[in-house]
């Protein structure tokens, strides 16, 4: 679930699904070296102290996306699908690759992707669950940061766990990638904000972006396309989305301030943008 404007996310909402994350992470033990978080949670752990305060708002999710290896079910005495409904989540009627769970009134969702090197899209088994086809989910697995992550959880116990989480080169060729297909306006936010306050830097994100497509992660060629189609100037649909996310849409009576914080924010998503497709040229 994703909205148009940062404001219409509720900070209660977005706790229950950090608290979601560590609900799950501790629950699938025995699955965690197949497994990696993906997806909008993924800047929070990249991104330093998420405290510190920025001109850019901080990044906010609703769910949970969990990449798994597509070789996951290796004989563990535990079953995958049981593991999550021992915590409370079932699968979902309306979408075969998700499980929810609803709590204080509000459905957080947890989904599952996986990579298939013959299809590009729709569905896979693993193990004992159903898993939405997402080139670039293996890269992501393979180059996991581990993270130390402490919060509490959907039971409300404090958790104080290590979490397996998607790295900076893969998690921009997979948003890139997610942005050609849908166009979604937190897409565009996520890839500004990761790029501008990666914790090692943002020459460092970009080059592991570079190292992506040299590598051949299979989510590059539509990351390197979306680049080039979407973000080449101020009003390009990327740029626009980015800044639209924060500030919502223009107004005739704009101030002056969120006038050019506007267009700080599109120029800033243009450069950005024209600094991962130089880096990726031979």
């Given at each position: 679930?994703?909205?148009?404007?940062?404001?219409?996310?509720?900070?209660?909402?977005?706790?229950?699904?950090?608290?979601?994350?560590?609900?799950?992470?501790?629950?699938?033990?025995?699955?965690?070296?197949?497994?990696?978080?993906?997806?909008?949670?993924?800047?929070?752990?990249?991104c330093?102290?998420?405290?510190?305060?920025?001109?850019?708002?901080?990044?906010?999710?609703?769910?949970?996306?969990l990449?798994?290896?597509?070789?996951?079910?290796?004989?563990?005495?535990?079953?995958?699908?049981?593991?999550?409904?021992?915590?409370?989540?079932?699968?979902?009627?309306?979408?075969?690759?998700?499980?929810?769970?609803?709590?204080?009134?509000?459905?957080?969702?947890?989904?599952?992707?996986?990579?298939?090197?013959?299809?590009?899209?729709?569905?896979?088994?693993?193990?004992?669950?159903?898993?939405?086809?997402?080139?670039?989910?293996?890269?992501?697995?393979?180059?996991?940061?581990?993270?130390?992550?402490?919060?509490?959880?959907?039971?409300?116990?404090?958790?104080?766990?290590?979490?397996?989480?998607?790295?900076?080169?893969?998690?921009?060729?997979?948003?890139?990638?997610?942005?050609?297909?849908?166009q979604?306006?937190?897409?565009?936010?996520?890839?500004l904000?990761?790029?501008?306050?990666?914790?090692?830097?943002?020459?460092?994100?970009?080059?592991?972006?570079?190292?992506?497509?040299?590598?051949?992660?299979?989510?590059?060629?539509?990351?390197?396309?979306?680049?080039?189609?979407?973000?080449?100037?101020?009003?390009?649909?990327?740029?626009?989305?980015?800044?639209?996310?924060?500030?919502?849409?223009?107004s005739?009576g704009?101030?002056?301030?969120?006038?050019?914080?506007?267009?700080?924010?599109?120029?800033?998503?243009?450069?950005?943008?024209?600094?991962?497709?130089?880096?990726?040229?031979?």
């Open positions: 679930m994703k909205y148009d404007t940062y404001s219409a996310y509720d900070p209660r909402h977005t706790g229950l699904a950090e608290s979601a994350f560590l609900t799950v992470w501790a629950g699938l033990g025995s699955w965690h070296e197949d497994l990696v978080l993906i997806g909008g949670l993924v800047p929070k752990y990249l330093g102290d998420h405290t510190v305060q920025r001109t850019l708002p901080r990044p906010a999710s609703l769910d949970v996306d990449g798994i290896a597509l070789a996951a079910d290796r004989g563990q005495y535990s079953n995958l699908c049981w593991d999550l409904q021992a915590q409370g989540f079932k699968a979902s009627e309306k979408h075969a690759a998700r499980f929810e769970k609803e709590i204080e009134g509000f459905t957080v969702f947890v989904d599952f992707l996986v990579e298939k090197s013959t299809l590009a899209s729709g569905t896979a088994q693993v193990a004992d669950i159903t898993a939405c086809i997402m080139p670039g989910v293996d890269r992501a697995l393979a180059t996991a940061r581990t993270v130390a992550i402490s919060g509490i959880d959907l039971h409300g116990a404090q958790q104080n766990l290590t979490a397996r989480v998607c790295e900076v080169g893969p998690f921009l060729a997979l948003k890139l990638r997610a942005f050609a297909d849908r979604q306006l937190k897409d565009a936010f996520d890839i904000y990761t790029i501008l306050h990666y914790d090692g830097g943002t020459e460092a994100a970009i080059a592991a972006f570079a190292e992506e497509v040299r590598l051949g992660n299979p989510a590059c060629p539509d990351a390197l396309r979306t680049l080039s189609e979407h973000f080449g100037d101020e009003n390009a649909p990327g740029p626009v989305k980015a800044s639209h996310f924060v500030l919502g849409p223009v005739p704009e101030s002056a301030d969120t006038k050019f914080l506007r267009a700080s924010i599109r120029q800033d998503m243009v450069d950005a943008a024209a600094r991962l497709l130089k880096k990726t040229i031979v």
